[in-house]
């Protein structure tokens, strides 16, 4: 029995919460389209009469100490908005004047260069790390088609007989020993004349003998 009450309670508080979700979705969904309305019927009208619909001073006449905090509500046109906070940044003299002490004082988003349609690398919890590994791989295949040994020829009968290298002229290859007799003999000219020393040839190897008839 305890069993089946806590499983009706329980589904009892799912059946609420689902109502809650879609009254949320509901409320979400009126709220886009009346602003959808609100900006349709505003984007007819001039700032003057929206200032005066909406009862707020004109954005230009505010000073420092004027309370700006109209401005920010959610029925306030966008650009009347910024209008407003372009004057407040003016009129204050800190928020103004930078002394370049300021840690945050400059912008530095992307919001001015990001382009429609723009694609990048970087991803998310990776950085460039895919972009990084492609471009490795590409090179270490270069380096390996260009360390891999050329492929022998396999020539056959049918081929054509491959040319020998050509030969020197002939009239060359004949005037090639008489230049070389020449120079034999100006090298004997030139160098000292050798004794040829000859040797005898050795003894014939003698045996000894032994005579035992006396």
Do not use: C
Not at 62 to 79: K, N, Y
């Amino acid at each position: 029995m305890q069993g089946s009450t806590s499983f009706w309670a329980r589904r009892k508080a799912a059946v609420q919460a689902e109502a809650a979700v879609e009254a949320a979705e509901a409320q979400a969904r009126l709220a886009a389209n009346d602003a959808e309305a609100l900006a349709a019927s505003q984007a007819e009208k001039t700032d003057s009469e929206l200032l005066v619909e909406l009862g707020l001073p004109d954005p230009d006449s505010l000073a420092l100490g004027d309370d700006f905090s109209g401005f920010m509500a959610r029925a306030v046109p966008e650009h009347l908005r910024r209008r407003a906070l372009r004057k407040l940044w003016v009129s204050n003299p800190v928020l103004a004047n930078l002394d370049g002490l300021l840690d945050h004082g400059e912008d530095y988003t992307d919001a001015a260069t990001v382009i429609p349609g723009m694609q990048t690398a970087y991803q998310v919890g990776k950085g460039m790390m895919s972009h990084v590994i492609a471009l490795a791989e590409q090179q270490a295949a270069k380096e390996k088609a260009l360390a891999a040994p050329e492929p022998a020829l396999l020539v056959s009968d049918n081929d054509a007989v491959m040319q020998a290298p050509e030969s020197e002229p002939v009239a060359e290859q004949v005037a090639a020993p008489e230049a070389d007799v020449q120079a034999t003999e100006t090298l004997a000219s030139k160098s000292p004349a050798t004794e040829i020393q000859t040797f005898d040839a050795p003894p014939p190897r003698r045996h000894m003998r032994f005579d035992f008839a006396s």
